[in-house]
């Protein structure tokens, strides 16, 4: 059984960083795609980046510029590497991985951009 575990959630202000790990545990992680996926109080979860197993991103168009998603597969972690926050980014960041008809959840980390 897929296990993710993230990390790097917390409080920042405005225009400031943060990244956020995931790990993965319980299969082979080359064989998934990774996202990042948010949801802010009364909306629904949104995908925040993606990468392929071959490394290939995207992302969606209210971040591009401003977050990177990479992997890691020596270390079977992804992150995401967040920049020039704004207040709209607050929300639970999820982790996913995917393999088609399998798919698995972390269990969230909170992000709340805030003076």
């Known amino acids: 059984q897929v296990q993710l575990v993230e990390s790097g959630g917390g409080l920042v202000q405005p225009g400031g960083s943060l990244r956020l790990s995931c790990g993965f545990s319980?299969?082979?992680?080359?064989?998934?795609?990774m996202g990042w996926y948010r949801q802010a109080p009364g909306m629904q979860r949104e995908l925040v980046a993606g990468?392929?197993?071959?490394?290939?991103?995207n992302y969606a168009n209210s971040v591009k510029g401003r977050f990177t998603i990479s992997r890691d597969n020596a270390n079977d972690t992804i992150y995401l590497q967040m920049n020039s926050l704004k207040p709209e980014d607050t929300a639970v960041y999820y982790c996913?991985?995917?393999?088609?008809?399998?798919?698995?959840w972390g269990q969230g980390t909170q992000v709340t951009v805030s003076s």
């Open positions: 996913n991985a995917d393999r088609g008809r399998l798919a698995f």
């Open positions: 990468i392929s197993p071959g490394g290939r991103t």
């Open positions: 319980g299969s082979i992680f080359g064989l998934y795609a």
